[in-house]
């Protein structure tokens, strides 16, 4: 597509099920990052997926976070047993290897945990 | 570890005025971005700044980059209402796996 797509746009869950967030990336663009924004806040790193190789998750904040990227296509940031501290938006950008180019972010998915 | 500064964190100016925000990065990187944000909205990439002396114009914007000061400046003239957004930088790291660091944001507030 002609953007990044981040579906859904809005999610509330109760304290304790698991949520499930997807992004599409631009088509061709081999990395694909995840950040975390809290209210009022900047963006928090997540987790970066570069092609085949092995992700960099350095920044998932608990064992509760989890994501997964097919290829260079489709991920899904997985958050088990949600918290009310995971309340916040989660953005999803994506780049070219050749990072000159700048990122593309995604409208992002607003997750509120009750 | 990558820290980025911004300052200042608020900003409130009458239009017509001008003003500079200043991004303040800890390592060596030779990449920074400039991104505004709307209230509810995703981020809009401004610049991306590649060297040291870039500088870059969009309307009544510009940033430029000392790679040496590991400063960035994102400078406002004449300002307008439609400039209020939170604006941030984000840093590039130089290693391997590079990902954005970004600072806590600046938000404008333009009045009239």
């Known amino acids: 597509g002609a953007g990044v797509s981040q579906s859904p746009s809005n999610k509330v869950t109760e304290k304790g099920k698991d949520v499930e967030l997807r992004c599409d990336p631009i088509?061709?663009?081999?990395?694909l990052y995840w950040y975390r924004q809290r209210l009022g806040q900047g963006l928090e790193f997540l987790i970066y997926?570069?092609?085949?190789?092995?992700?960099?998750k350095s920044g998932l904040p608990s064992d509760r976070f989890s994501a997964e990227r097919t290829g260079e296509s489709v991920s899904t940031l997985t958050i088990q047993r949600t918290q009310q501290e995971d309340s916040a938006v989660y953005l999803c950008?994506?780049?070219?290897?050749?990072?000159?180019?700048?990122?593309?972010f995604g409208s992002g998915t607003r997750l509120t945990v009750v | 570890e990558l820290k980025v500064e911004q300052n200042p964190l608020f900003l409130s100016m009458q239009e017509g005025k001008n003003y500079t925000i200043y991004c303040n990065y800890s390592?060596?990187?030779?990449?920074l971005y400039w991104y505004r944000q709307d209230p509810g909205k995703s981020l809009e990439s401004l610049f991306v700044?590649?060297?040291?002396?870039a500088v870059k114009q969009e309307g009544r914007l510009m940033a430029s980059l000392d790679t040496k000061a590991r400063l960035s400046t994102l400078h406002i003239t004449a300002a307008v209402h439609d400039l209020s957004a939170t604006y941030f930088c984000?840093?590039?790291?130089?290693?391997?796996?590079?990902?954005?660091?970004f600072g806590k944001g600046t938000m404008l507030l333009v009045s009239p």
């Open positions: 950008a994506s780049s070219l290897v050749y990072k000159n180019y700048g990122y593309t």
């Open positions: 088509s061709g663009h081999t990395a």
């Open positions: 997926f570069q092609g085949n190789s092995a992700p960099d």
């Open positions: 390592t060596t990187s030779d990449r």
């Open positions: 700044l590649l060297s040291n002396g």
């Open positions: 984000a840093v590039d790291s130089n290693s391997g796996y590079s990902t954005l660091t």
